[in-house]
Structures are given as C-alpha cells and as structure tokens.
C-alpha cells in the first residue's frame, strides 16, 4: 500500500455551543485524492466537522490544516473560493440561469465572463447535462438534475478538495442511484480529495475509499476503509449502526461474476412451470398457468455478489434475472449457485480454503 | 369636455405636477426603506439554525416595524400643514410634499422591505457565502435580487397610495390633479371634478402597469 498524503488533518478539534459539546476532541486525517465519507446518525457532529473545514462553522479550539495550512490563515471567503462545497439541497441561486451558477466561483475569483461560460459548458457535460441546460433557470430543472449542475458548480473552482454535505438524500432512490454512480465515475478520472457526509451506511460503504463512523457526542468510533468496519466493527456502537445487513452488505465486496449463468433455451427448463417472458430480449415478469407476475430485482452481468443473490431472492419463480447494460436479457441464476458462490467467498475470506 | 378641450394645458400641466409628486417620494423613499429594513432584519444567521434572530434582534425588528406603522398613522393633511414648521419652507411649496409623502412611503416600505428580504431562503444565502461571496457583494448580487418580486408588490400598493394622496396637498394650495377636485368644488364645474378623479385613476393605472412590468423584467427568473 503506498503511502497516502493527507489532505486534511484535524487535530484535537472542538466544537461546543454552550456547555453542548458538538465535536469532542476529533483527531482524523483525510488521504488526498480519495472518498472519504462522514457516517452517523443525526446530531452526530459529521455535518459540523465538514463545515469546519471551510469554516462555515468556526470551531472552538484546535486545529484543522488544510494541505498542510492551518485553514484559519486566510479570509474565510478565499479559503470557500478554494474548495468546492455541494449542499443537500443543491443550493442554487434562482436569479441565474444554470451556465452563470456554475461560473460563480471562477467569476468570484476573477476569471473572465467568456473563459468561465466556456468552462462551464464544458462542466455541464462533464455531470451528464445537456447544452441545451444553459439558459435554464434552477427553478426548470428536477431535483436529480439539479443536484447535478451543484456537482458542476463546486467542481468549476478547480480545487484539489471538494466537501459534499447530504448532496443525495434530497432526491429519490432512483436518481440517488444514478447520482451515486455518476460521481464514482467522475472521481475514478478526476481523482479529487471529497468528504462526504451522509446518514445512510449503504451510500457510506459505495462511495467511500474510507469511512469515517461518528457516534453521538461528536467523537470518531471508527475510522477505516468499508471492509474494515463491516468486517470489525470497534465497539458496540458501530456494530449496531453498521447494523441488521452486515451480512449482506460485506457482499458488496464479492464479485458475482463467477455465478454460472443459465441459459433461457436450456433443454429441459429447469425452472419447472414458471416461463420467462421476454419482450424485445427484455424481461417482462414470469408465467405460471395463466398469470403473469410482475419480475424481481435484475442482475446486471459483472455485478457484485449482493445483487445476485436478492436477484435470486426477489424472484417470484426464484430463478435470478441476469441482463447485460443495456437491460437485455442474458440467462437465469440457480439459488443454489449463488449460495455457492457466497460461501467461497466466505472462505475466501478468512483464508480458508474449501 | 367642452371644459377640458378649453383646459387642456392646464390640466397637463397639472398631471406633470402630480406625478412628479407622485414619483419623487416614492424614489428617495425606497432607497431610505430599504437600507433600515435591511439593518432591522439584523445579521442573518446562516446555515440549518432555524432561530435567525437574538433577542436583541427581535427588539430592534419590533422597533423599526411599529415606528414605522406609527409614522403612517399621522394625518396626511396635518403632515402637510406640519412641514412649512418644520422645514422653513412657504406653506406651497413642493417641498413640502416630497418630505410628507416620502415619509409615507418609508412607512410602508419599511414593512414591505423585511417581508421581502424574509423570502429569501435561508439557503440560498448559505451557499452564497459557503461559495465566497463577501457579506457586501453577496448582498447586491444575492440578497436584494431575490427580494425585489416581494418589493415590488409592496412597491406598487405605495406609488398607487401615493398618487391618491398627493391631491391632498390641494387643501393647502399646493398645486397638483387635486387642485382640480378644489378649483372645481368652488366653482361649481362638475366636468373639473370629474376630470380630475379620471386623470388621477389613469395616471395610477398606467404607472402600476408599468411597475409591473419593470417587476416582471427584473424578476424573469421566476417566470421563466
């Protein structure tokens, strides 16, 4: 493993409002370059350590270093104009249209109008937006898409470092999912220092390189990669928060790619009376008799072991479902394979062979 | 309108005095309004806290507001009579009006003003300054654009109040559309009256139609 450089250091930080301790004592150091997320439950301090960084909230005592600097050593707007901050709602400003919200940072700084129009154009596709989005005003755009031009916005000041408050838990599930995996593949070319803060331990375990889990009170109960956490927790605490799925959510980690896949015109349907329907080479839910019943969860080929066995769980004929990107169909998993295949994994695991 | 084809000057004339008295109140007004509406409303706090003002601030709020109210309760007739007393100046002059109603118009627009800038969403000013705006710009570029369609609304129940009232003056010899209602009760002329009442209530229309559509322009945005 080589040797991580720390973006940002915090160093016996705290936060009291009156004799309420907010964060007690956080001593926590953020690699450059990778995901770390902030996890807890609510009033855990995780949203007051982030807006610490950028000193939207001025911390009581301590210190925080900014690559190396003390972030207390400039104005507190340079030291925001040099990092990009995405806010849960999206937070932007409904007088400017979509192209000018994304400039306000560069503009801020004194880049020219033309340079930070172009700039922004470029970034509206770097999120996955049209063109067309530019003369747009916030109030045109869906939640999803919105939240898209904020990732835009905070990436337009070029910074190393971007802080991202909740961005997701405002839309719904499915544009969460969308957004979740548009940033993933933002970072694997764009390589930016992020904190992200969130509630949810399954965004916590997808998006982050390192998962910081905060516990009431304001102090750190474990800090390391999403492996490490699930596979041992550090005190009750966490193994409480990390919870009921742990199970299920160590097998995010295990590919699903060496499930054996059966093939829909096999000889002898092995699936008994149920039948695929399949329209277009999509799946269109199971026949039995006369019924047709509505499908489960899919398995998109090359996913990861969690998918394919609740493929194979929410299966009304509990044969999974295996289609390839584009949603067509591509052959059926057998529960057992999958059990199978979680069981090598588990051996895997702790070295063992079978 | 025989009488008003024979007047026609006069009553031009006299449009021209009323909206000048009309508009130059509520010009200087606003741009005294705003500013203590502004100070009223005290530093906002950003962020999720929902408890935006001290105690201090509520006082201070609830002090600005109600003298305001207070100062709009005061006669406009006795404001007029007050003014030569109080400023040095001839009983008709203009002056006179453009103090007395300007007063008028800080007395309501004061209110209008911190409802306004009460619209503006607490987290649109929070990224404002979490993407480095400076308390003076973010005020300019942010706050007072975001406030100008709850301004407006309160800036035209103003300049139509206003247009009203400016024929008051009439009373006291200050020239403007009321010296018709005045001019025509002493001598008898039904037709000054009713043009007088029909030039005010166009004056009125046309200018709030033309504060709309500068609220309109300036507020595109919304519409959009």
């Given at each position: 493993m080589s040797v991580l450089n720390n973006a940002i250091e915090f160093k016996s930080v705290f936060k009291t409002y009156g004799d309420n301790t907010v964060v007690d004592n956080l001593n926590l150091s953020i690699p450059e370059g990778k995901i770390t997320v902030f996890v807890g439950p609510s009033g855990c301090g995780k949203t007051t350590s982030l807006r610490m960084i950028n000193r939207m909230v001025e911390y009581t005592s301590g210190t925080i270093l900014v690559n190396g600097e003390?972030?207390?050593?400039?104005p507190a707007h340079e030291l925001r104009r040099s990092m990009g901050y995405v806010l849960q709602q999206a937070?932007?400003?409904?007088?400017?249209?979509i192209v000018d919200n994304i400039s306000t940072v560069p503009r801020l700084n004194g880049v020219s109008a033309r340079q930070a129009k172009s700039q922004a154009l470029e970034l509206l596709n770097t999120v996955g937006l049209d063109e067309s989005f530019a003369k747009r005003y916030p109030s045109q755009l869906s939640g999803g898409q919105a939240q898209r031009v904020g990732v835009a916005r905070a990436l337009a000041s070029e910074s190393s470092i971007l802080l991202m408050d909740e961005p997701f838990s405002a839309v719904d599930p499915v544009v969460r999912a969308d957004l979740q995996k548009e940033l993933l593949r933002l970072q694997s070319t764009l390589g930016r220092t992020i904190i992200f803060v969130t509630h949810d331990m399954d965004e916590a375990i997808l998006l982050g390189d390192y998962v910081a889990v905060f516990a009431r009170g304001?102090?750190?109960a474990q800090f390391g990669t999403p492996e490490e956490i699930l596979r041992e927790p550090a005190d009750d605490f966490v193994a409480s928060f990390v919870g009921r799925d742990r199970g299920m959510r160590r097998l995010t980690f295990a590919s699903g790619a060496d499930v054996p896949i059966h093939p829909l015109d096999a000889q002898q349907t092995p699936w008994q009376q149920w039948q695929l329907n399949v329209e277009d080479g999509r799946p269109a839910g199971w026949r039995i008799d006369d019924r047709v019943i509505p499908g489960g969860s899919l398995f998109v080929a090359g996913g990861t072991l969690r998918d394919a066995l609740d493929s194979v769980l929410s299966s009304p004929s509990g044969w999974g479902v295996v289609v390839n990107e584009q949603g067509q169909v591509l052959g059926l998993l057998k529960s057992d394979d999958v059990l199978e295949a979680t069981e090598r994994e588990r051996l895997n695991r702790y070295g063992v062979s079978a | 309108m025989n009488w008003l084809q024979s007047n026609l000057q006069h009553v031009g004339e006299l449009t021209a005095l009323h909206l000048l008295q009309s508009i130059i109140p509520v010009i200087i007004g606003t741009i005294i309004a705003v500013p203590i509406a502004r100070f009223a409303m005290g530093r906002r706090r950003d962020g999720r806290s929902t408890e935006r003002t001290t105690s201090a601030g509520k006082l201070r709020r609830g002090l600005v507001i109600n003298s305001a109210a207070l100062l709009y309760t005061i006669p406009s007739l006795a404001l007029f009579v007050l003014m030569p007393l109080v400023l040095g100046t001839s009983i008709t002059s203009l002056l006179n009006v453009y103090v007395a109603l300007t007063l008028y118009v800080i007395a309501m627009m004061v209110r209008s003003a911190v409802d306004a800038f009460d619209s503006v969403s607490p987290v649109t000013l929070e990224a404002a300054t979490a993407m480095g705006y400076r308390t003076t710009r973010r005020f300019w570029a942010v706050e007072l654009p975001l406030a100008v369609p709850v301004m407006i609304a309160g800036l035209r129940v103003a300049l139509v109040s206003n247009i009203s009232m400016v024929s008051v003056g009439a009373v006291i010899g200050i020239q403007s559309l009321g010296t018709l209602f005045t001019d025509g009760l002493r001598r008898d002329l039904p037709a000054e009256i009713i043009t007088g009442i029909v030039a005010t209530v166009l004056l009125a229309l046309v200018l709030d139609r033309l504060l709309a559509l500068l609220g309109s322009f300036l507020t595109r945005w919304r519409t959009a």
């Amino acid at each position: 493993m080589s040797v991580l450089n720390n973006a940002i250091e915090f160093k016996s930080v705290f936060k009291t409002y009156g004799d309420n301790t907010v964060v007690d004592n956080l001593n926590l150091s953020i690699p450059e370059g990778k995901i770390t997320v902030f996890v807890g439950p609510s009033g855990c301090g995780k949203t007051t350590s982030l807006r610490m960084i950028n000193r939207m909230v001025e911390y009581t005592s301590g210190t925080i270093l900014v690559n190396g600097e003390d972030n207390t050593a400039r104005p507190a707007h340079e030291l925001r104009r040099s990092m990009g901050y995405v806010l849960q709602q999206a937070g932007l400003m409904p007088h400017r249209t979509i192209v000018d919200n994304i400039s306000t940072v560069p503009r801020l700084n004194g880049v020219s109008a033309r340079q930070a129009k172009s700039q922004a154009l470029e970034l509206l596709n770097t999120v996955g937006l049209d063109e067309s989005f530019a003369k747009r005003y916030p109030s045109q755009l869906s939640g999803g898409q919105a939240q898209r031009v904020g990732v835009a916005r905070a990436l337009a000041s070029e910074s190393s470092i971007l802080l991202m408050d909740e961005p997701f838990s405002a839309v719904d599930p499915v544009v969460r999912a969308d957004l979740q995996k548009e940033l993933l593949r933002l970072q694997s070319t764009l390589g930016r220092t992020i904190i992200f803060v969130t509630h949810d331990m399954d965004e916590a375990i997808l998006l982050g390189d390192y998962v910081a889990v905060f516990a009431r009170g304001g102090r750190i109960a474990q800090f390391g990669t999403p492996e490490e956490i699930l596979r041992e927790p550090a005190d009750d605490f966490v193994a409480s928060f990390v919870g009921r799925d742990r199970g299920m959510r160590r097998l995010t980690f295990a590919s699903g790619a060496d499930v054996p896949i059966h093939p829909l015109d096999a000889q002898q349907t092995p699936w008994q009376q149920w039948q695929l329907n399949v329209e277009d080479g999509r799946p269109a839910g199971w026949r039995i008799d006369d019924r047709v019943i509505p499908g489960g969860s899919l398995f998109v080929a090359g996913g990861t072991l969690r998918d394919a066995l609740d493929s194979v769980l929410s299966s009304p004929s509990g044969w999974g479902v295996v289609v390839n990107e584009q949603g067509q169909v591509l052959g059926l998993l057998k529960s057992d394979d999958v059990l199978e295949a979680t069981e090598r994994e588990r051996l895997n695991r702790y070295g063992v062979s079978a | 309108m025989n009488w008003l084809q024979s007047n026609l000057q006069h009553v031009g004339e006299l449009t021209a005095l009323h909206l000048l008295q009309s508009i130059i109140p509520v010009i200087i007004g606003t741009i005294i309004a705003v500013p203590i509406a502004r100070f009223a409303m005290g530093r906002r706090r950003d962020g999720r806290s929902t408890e935006r003002t001290t105690s201090a601030g509520k006082l201070r709020r609830g002090l600005v507001i109600n003298s305001a109210a207070l100062l709009y309760t005061i006669p406009s007739l006795a404001l007029f009579v007050l003014m030569p007393l109080v400023l040095g100046t001839s009983i008709t002059s203009l002056l006179n009006v453009y103090v007395a109603l300007t007063l008028y118009v800080i007395a309501m627009m004061v209110r209008s003003a911190v409802d306004a800038f009460d619209s503006v969403s607490p987290v649109t000013l929070e990224a404002a300054t979490a993407m480095g705006y400076r308390t003076t710009r973010r005020f300019w570029a942010v706050e007072l654009p975001l406030a100008v369609p709850v301004m407006i609304a309160g800036l035209r129940v103003a300049l139509v109040s206003n247009i009203s009232m400016v024929s008051v003056g009439a009373v006291i010899g200050i020239q403007s559309l009321g010296t018709l209602f005045t001019d025509g009760l002493r001598r008898d002329l039904p037709a000054e009256i009713i043009t007088g009442i029909v030039a005010t209530v166009l004056l009125a229309l046309v200018l709030d139609r033309l504060l709309a559509l500068l609220g309109s322009f300036l507020t595109r945005w919304r519409t959009a």
